[in-house]
Nanobody, 121 residues
Framework: QVQLVESGGGLVQPGGSLRLSCAASGSIGIIVVMGWYRRAPGKQRELVAAITSGGRTNYADSVKGRFTISRDNAKNTVYLQMNSLKPEDTAVYYC???????????????WGQGTQVTVSS
């Protein structure tokens, strides 16, 4: 059993900052990639940022220079520091992980339950 638990969402004014955290727990062997996706009202879910176990990162163009993804491999935790937030960043943010469970050779994909981020004055 693997769980991804997000925290850190909330309401913030435009130009403000938030930090999201996502902790993976369970019989985890190795987490290959961890990332954040978001779904805004009326839109499809989109990739926000991802980070490999080696630290290579990938960002959506809309958040480059404002968001920073990082991870603590020892804690199986990924973070998303969001600065200079805009109303268009309002969405439910989901944590995602590609990982191998202990004793299982294949990779599987897991999702967190989502955390609401609202940017509004």
């Amino acid at each position: 059993q693997v769980q991804l638990v997000e925290s850190g969402g909330g309401l913030v004014q435009p130009g403000g900052s938030l930090r999201l955290s996502c902790a993976a727990s369970g019989s985890i062997g190795i987490i290959v990639v961890m990332g954040w996706y978001r779904r805004a009202p009326g839109k499809q879910r989109e990739l926000v940022a991802a980070i490999t176990s080696g630290g290579r990162t990938n960002y959506a163009d809309s958040v480059k220079g404002r968001f920073t993804i990082s991870r603590d491999n020892a804690k199986n935790t990924v973070y998303l520091q969001m600065n200079s937030l805009k109303p268009e960043d309002t969405a439910v943010y989901y944590c995602n992980a590609d990982l191998r469970r202990i004793g299982v050779p294949s990779e599987y994909n897991y999702w967190g339950q989502g955390t609401q981020v609202t940017v509004s004055s």
